[in-house]
């Protein structure tokens, strides 16, 4: 992945938990190796946060393109719709977990790079 693009998937997420979080709470960012069921090595990221949540009825759709929750001028629908594909681009993948109320948990998993910056997978 490309410095540039994962900055815009780290500043879009961060956002979107900024703004799920209005009133204050609290944003966990962590970072691990995994393995998959493959035996292939990933770096996963995992922004959680303690903001409004996401609706049962709208998990399926908040990564697609101009889909907002948000009022009419305080977003686009872009911003996760980016970030789905520049996780897919780099080959990876994401998931969201939330329930409304109880904020939100993204992962990401990232092929991890070998010493030559060439993905392992």
């Known amino acids: ?7 815009q998937v780290f500043f879009n997420i961060i956002n979107n938990a900024r703004h799920a979080m209005r009133e204050g709470g609290t944003l966990t960012v962590g ?11 990933l770096i996963r ?7 409004a ?20 001028g305080q977003g686009t629908g872009m911003g996760l719709s980016v970030v789905h594909s520049l996780v897919e681009k780099a080959g990876g993948t994401i998931a969201v977990e939330s329930e409304e109320g109880k904020g939100a948990v993204f992962i990401i998993d990232l092929p991890e790079l070998s010493a ?6």
């Not at 030559?116 to 997978?121: A, C, D, P, V």
């Open 1 to 7: 992945a490309r410095p540039d693009e994962i900055r």
């Open 31 to 41: 970072f691990k190796k995994v393995r998959d069921e493959d035996g292939r090595d």
């Open 53 to 72: 949540g996401i609706k049962q009825e709208n998990l399926d759709r908040i990564f697609d393109p101009f889909f907002t929750t948000k009022p009419e």
């Open 45 to 51: 990221i995992r922004f959680s946060d303690t903001g």
């Open 116 to 121: 030559s910056g060439k993905s392992r997978i």
